[in-house]
Structures are given as structure tokens and as C-alpha cells.
């Protein structure tokens, strides 16, 4: 009876406490104008769900909070407002995963910002645009719904393909009886289950609190914490590592890409995407790469980057649409790339800079 009367006043002195803290947190942010979600799980402010692209930026949401700054507008791309019925400026939508959307530090601004300043500073006569289109984790099948069923509401003179990395991913768990929709449909009916299981926990501000918490010990102990990812849970890589059916599809995605946009009479410009990946890394640069989210051997990586490479310049000479292999004018080191793909704010600095001395050569019916 003594044990069950202790146990019963743990409890209630748990519940007590957890109830304070929670209410204390709750305080907290109400009083100083925070949203928690901005500070401990920006993904869950930043995504919303859509019918045919799966997930996408949700519109007009603000994160200013540690190393992540960013602004989404009204219309959901990141970066600021535009009218897209304004007929005047030369308007360009960048395309890509989340080497384009860029969500590093506050020092890190994506290429396509720096673009934009760097031509209104080259061309102050002319009205210039540089819309940032893309979305962490998008592939050419997302980019392609995406250019069809939104961007061409807003009016596009051009777009800029910048994709590989989340293809090349994909790539090893592509078949004809698992196509990028089946596939990434069953991916995202997994985070539906864990969303809909996770969504009074996500309602705590406690629990919120300590998802940082619980992203610092992984760094500690990355082997004892190191978890599959949803891909890997959810899909089966082809037997041998087979990527051709993969790239395939991405080359059919990247053409179709160029169709609808030239139909629609969007010019457009296809770029190999700047990587870190190279037959000759050093060890630090291997160290940087995370090969393991490629179901293939590490040393098959390097000729997939190429492959890719290979089939947008194939796209770009037989759609006759200007190409450019960033991985031949713009150094592949730790300078430019902090991993595989992810830019530096010299990488950045670099595509912004090449873009812009060459801009007449992409367009030259601008």
C-alpha cells in the first residue's frame, strides 16, 4: 500500500511538473512574439502538403531563429514579393532541390538572390527577376508538376534546370513496377502515419523543446543514434545497384521538362549542378560526401554524377537549349561545396558571378 501511495504522488508530482513547464514555454513565447515551430522544427512551419507535388513551401512564413533565416512569400517561393501579372520584368525561375532553395546560415545567400543584385547592377536598364523555385528534396518529377500545374501561372520568360543529387538518389530504387510517383508515394504515405501518430506530441511546447535536444545527441553518438532513412525503410534498392531504368525517367523528365516550357514559350537553360563528387576526392572531401544515401558502391558514385552530366547535355543538344557543366568553370572543392552539393557562400558567390558574365551568351533574345 506504501509503494502504491509513492508511486501515485510520483506521478502526480511528474504530471505537476511537466504541466509547469509547459505552461512556463507557453509563456515564454506568447510574451516575447515567438512561434516555437520556428526554433525547434522549422520543417513542420515550413512545409504544407499539396495534391500533386506531395509537399511544398507554405506561403508567407518568416524563420529567423539560430543559423536559419529565410523568408517564403505569398506565393510560396522563397525570397521576396513579385506581381505575376506584371508583364515587365525578364523573369526567371530556378528549378532545383535544395542546392537552390539554400536554407544554410545567415552568411550563406543562394545563388539566386546574389544573381538578381549582381545583374540589376550589370544591366540597371533593364527589369531582371530571379525567382527561387526550388524545394529541399524535389527531383525532376516534382520540378516538372511544379512547372505545369504553378509556375506557369506566374508568368515565367525563362527557367533555369538545376538538378542531379535527389535524381541520382532515386535513381537505384527505380523500376518499372516502382516509377517516381508510386515511389514517392509510398515514402510520403509513411510520413502521413508518423505525422498523424506525432500530432499531439507536435502540439507540446515541451516536446518541441527538446527535438533540438535530441538532434545534438545524435552528433555525439551518430553511430549508436545513426537511424535508416524513410527511403531506405520504405523502398528496396534494384537488385545490383541497376541504375538504368533511373536514368532513363530522369531523362525523360528533364525532356519533358523543355517541352512543356518551349510550348509555353519559356526559354530555357539546363545546368550540371556544381558537385563535390570526383574520381580524384581527397580523404576530407570523401569525409564530406554521404555516400550512403546512394544505394550503390561508393567508388559507382563519381560515374552517376557524370552520367547525369552526359544526359543533360544530351537533352540540351537534341532540344537545342543552352547547357552548362558548372563542374568544368567553377572549382568542385571545399571552397565552393561544404558537402556532396550543398553550396558555400563562395559557391554561391561563384554561380552568381558565372551566371552573370555570361548572361547575354544564355539570352541572347532576352
Request: hydrophobic share 40%; glycine share 4%; with cysteine.
Amino acid at each position: 500500500m506504501l509503494n502504491r501511495k509513492i508511486c501515485i504522488k510520483f506521478c502526480v508530482a511528474l504530471f505537476l511538473t511537466l504541466l509547469l513547464c509547459e505552461l512556463a514555454l507557453r509563456a515564454f513565447f506568447f510574451l516575447s512574439h515567438k512561434n516555437i515551430l520556428a526554433w525547434t522544427s522549422p520543417d513542420l512551419l515550413l512545409y504544407e502538403r499539396h495534391p500533386f507535388l506531395e509537399y511544398t513551401l507554405r506561403p508567407n512564413v518568416e524563420i529567423n531563429c539560430g543559423k536559419i533565416k529565410l523568408h517564403i512569400n505569398s506565393l510560396g517561393f522563397r525570397g521576396k514579393e513579385f506581381d505575376p501579372d506584371d508583364a515587365r520584368p525578364f523573369r526567371v525561375f530556378v528549378l532545383g532541390g535544395s542546392s537552390v532553395f539554400n536554407r544554410s546560415g545567415n552568411d550563406n545567400i543562394g545563388f539566386c538572390a546574389i544573381l538578381e543584385k549582381k545583374l540589376q547592377a550589370k544591366y540597371p536598364d533593364r527589369d531582371i527577376e530571379i525567382v527561387n523555385a526550388g524545394v529541399s528534396g524535389y527531383t525532376t518529377f516534382h520540378s516538372l508538376i511544379n512547372l505545369s500545374t504553378r509556375i506557369l501561372d506566374y508568368n515565367p520568360d525563362a527557367i533555369i534546370v538545376y538538378h542531379s543529387w535527389n535524381d541520382i538518389k532515386a535513381w537505384p530504387y527505380l523500376n518499372r513496377k516502382a516509377s517516381y510517383g508510386q515511389s514517392w508515394q509510398r515514402i510520403y504515405s509513411q510520413f502521413e502515419t508518423h505525422n498523424a501518430l506525432a500530432t499531439l506530441a507536435n502540439h507540446s511546447y515541451l516536446w518541441l523543446a527538446m527535438k533540438p535536444l535530441r538532434r545534438h545527441l545524435r552528433e555525439f553518438f551518430p553511430e549508436e543514434l545513426e537511424m535508416a532513412s524513410v527511403v531506405e525503410k520504405t523502398l528496396r534498392p534494384n537488385e545490383g545497384g541497376d541504375t538504368d531504368y533511373g536514368k532513363l525517367v530522369y531523362k525523360r523528365n528533364i525532356r519533358n521538362i523543355v517541352t512543356v516550357a518551349k510550348k509555353n514559350g519559356v526559354q530555357v537553360l539546363l545546368i550540371n549542378p556544381l558537385t563535390l563528387v570526383h574520381s580524384r576526392n581527397s580523404s576530407e572531401e570523401k569525409r564530406r560526401i554521404a555516400y550512403r544515401l546512394v544505394k550503390v558502391p561508393a567508388e559507382r558514385l563519381p560515374q552517376l554524377m557524370s552520367d547525369a552530366g552526359k544526359i543533360l547535355e544530351e537533352v540540351a543538344l537534341e532540344e537545342r537549349v543552352p547547357y552548362i557543366d558548372l563542374n568544368k568553370r567553377i572549382g568542385q572543392n571545399l571552397v565552393n561545396l561544404f558537402n556532396q552539393i550543398h553550396l558555400t557562400p563562395q559557391g554561391n558567390e561563384a554561380i552568381a558571378e558565372y551566371l552573370s558574365q555570361h548572361w547575354d551568351e544564355i539570352w541572347p533574345h532576352e
